[in-house]
DNA sequence: ATAAAAATTTAGGGCACCCTAAAAAAATGT
DNA sequence: ACATTTTTTTAGGGTGCCCTAAATTTTTAT
């Protein structure tokens, strides 16, 4: 029903509504998106008739339930190939996202369903974040991010809330992968860098733009 | 660098011109393609000018090298997604052609070299058609109709040259996929229909619109 | 409160891929 | 051979998604 360019907006829309759903600006879509404020107003009309998002005119916008539910279908699409790609082909979590971002509007409901029960359901993608489920629900991950974790606190690494490239890249060279034991050694009150110990290795440093770009969950 | 119909256009027009390479026709890539003649001659101006085709007005078209390369590429990753999800994922052979239409446009060639390796380099997909290699060779299999298996002669058969999902449920349900043992018991000489046996079941019987689509390979 | 700046929408247009109607070329039948 | 039929191409136009330029609304600053 939602063509490839229609899916991309609503998965766009859902990211940056936030958790809060807050209304999200045509100028931020235009950056996110490639393209000219004038193009995503074109777009966010088509949307609105399609009663997949609340548009009012300069008031920014937001999805409405039917458009939730598209953009958790592609979200859902495109962490579950990322699953697929890093356990069964051998991919590393750098490499993953551009190509999720083709196979994601593949629509077969039959094809993802039976992807899922192969992978054996899982409930994070590489990077830690949730995959929403069948029946459209996006489990709540609550997380804290480690620039906010005390010092000596141990806890366990479990995603990211950036993923270019680069910065997973430098996670991996640094041991920092999801489901690493980490604790927090010291934390310079300056600049909030830290000391971390990961997995009985030598401490190493992460900057507080690092550390707060790290989710972990405090150890059980 | 193909756009998607562009990919369509070269695939169809790789299995339009046959065994022969012959030249492919307007009318004829209008009808498969549903869509009118002046369209297709859009399309083929756009071909030719890229180098994909040759391309006389009037003349009908042939694929160039590079053209069959890229429809080679579409076809290999047709077939090796086709595989994938029969073999892991648990669909029969009726259901897969669809979702591979969508699958066969994801162009990363790592993607598909990974797939391929995770699937053991399969040489033919479900329906017994050979899989093009990574270097862009179509492997030919030589098969013959079973059609044309005198009585008595016992064959293995390979594979089908009709690929409607009607066709394959019916070649399902009487035991005759790929690998299966056959023996000509008898010819009817009026409507060319047999009877066949099918790996030591009762005898079948089968019509020649049947045995023309069925591709064997007489017993080693 | 209102002028200036920023954000957004409207107007008008381009390219990819499709259409119908009409013209042109090729194939066919006598 | 040439009139008729069939095939193919050209002409002109439509929709989806993008653009620039100009107009409009909202926000910000004084």
Redesign the interface.
Known sequence: MASLTEENYLKLIYHLSGPGYEEVSTNALAEQTQTKAASVTDMLRKLAEKNLIHYKKYQGVRLTEEGQQEALKVIRRHRLWEVF?VE????RWD?VHP?AE??EH???E??IN??DA?LDFPESDPHGDPIPTASGRMPSAEYEKLAEVPVQQEVIMMGVSEHTAPFLQFLSKSGLIPGSLVQVLEVNEFDRSMTIQINEAHPSFVSYEVARNILVQTKV
Chains 1, 2 share one sequence.
Do not use: H, V, Y
Not at 88 to 91: A, E, S, V, Y
């Open positions: 790609m069964k082909l051998g991919f490499e190509i083709e196979l593949i629509a077969s039959e094809l039976r992807l192969f």
